[in-house]
């Protein structure tokens, strides 16, 4: 269930998504800051390259590397919080049962259309350079994606939360822009320009879904700055 409580500025899978575009494998050492977190880095490394196996395995048809995707954010993001981050002002506006739809569209657009985003990335590197914990239960883990056509590295900060032993992924700034707040921006502006009518958003997310399963890449909503 949706709840205020659970709005923490952290991390989302929308972000983890593009921020896995090219993730395979740690490239070189750099050197580390004395309150680096090596478990948060070690954890960042290992998802990323999770994600570009699924990306990559060619044996896998769009509806079994979306069903790995699946797999792969609910277990390493968490879905709700982002969820609700994403709605901001308009967390209490829906109904139950719209709440209820909200997050099952939610779930479909985040894989559908990242898993589209993603699909021409292939062979590319994602090499940590530095963490340090935040507070006593979230990480922030810096990397940067190497490219391997010569196009110039994009730097990608990861913000974890430390949760059920491990870590869980809430937001992603890729080139300076915190990608669940932007998309919480793309949301809330839906909202607005249909008078606050929450069932805008859900058609909004049904043809975003719809865009994707074509082969369209939608729009990403406009930036907005980190906390």
């Known amino acids: 269930m949706i709840s205020l409580k659970s709005m923490r500025p952290a991390l989302a899978p929308l972000a983890l998504a593009l921020a896995l575009l090219g993730a395979i494998a740690m490239s070189g050492t750099p050197a580390r800051a004395a309150n680096a977190d090596p478990a948060a880095e070690a954890w960042v490394s290992d998802i990323s390259a999770k994600a570009i196996q699924i990306i990559s395995d060619k044996s896998l048809d769009k509806t079994a590397r979306e069903a790995a995707f699946n797999k792969l954010l609910t277990e390493n993001a968490d879905m709700q919080k982002i969820a609700a981050f994403c709605l901001g002002q308009f967390l209490r506006v829906p109904t139950p049962d719209q709440r209820d739809e909200y997050l099952k569209l939610f779930d479909n657009f985040v894989v559908k259309v990242y898993v589209t985003r993603l699909s021409d990335y292939h062979d590319e590197k994602l090499q940590v350079t530095g963490s340090q914990p935040k507070g006593t239960n979230q990480a922030i883990v810096q990397s940067r994606i190497n490219f391997t056509n010569g196009r110039q590295p994009v730097e990608v900060t990861w913000w974890l939360l430390k949760k059920d032993n491990g870590y869980k992924i809430f937001d992603v700034n890729v080139v300076g822009v915190w990608l669940a707040q932007e998309q919480r921006s793309a949301f809330t502006s839906v909202i607005n320009n249909h008078n ?15 865009d994707a399963d074509a082969g369209k890449l939608p729009a990403t909503g406009s930036a907005s700055t980190a906390p």
Do not use: E, M, V
Request: glycine share 6%; proline share 0%; aromatic share 6%.
């Open 196 to 210: 606050g009518d929450f069932n805008a958003l859900l058609d909004h997310l049904r043809h975003q879904i719809a």
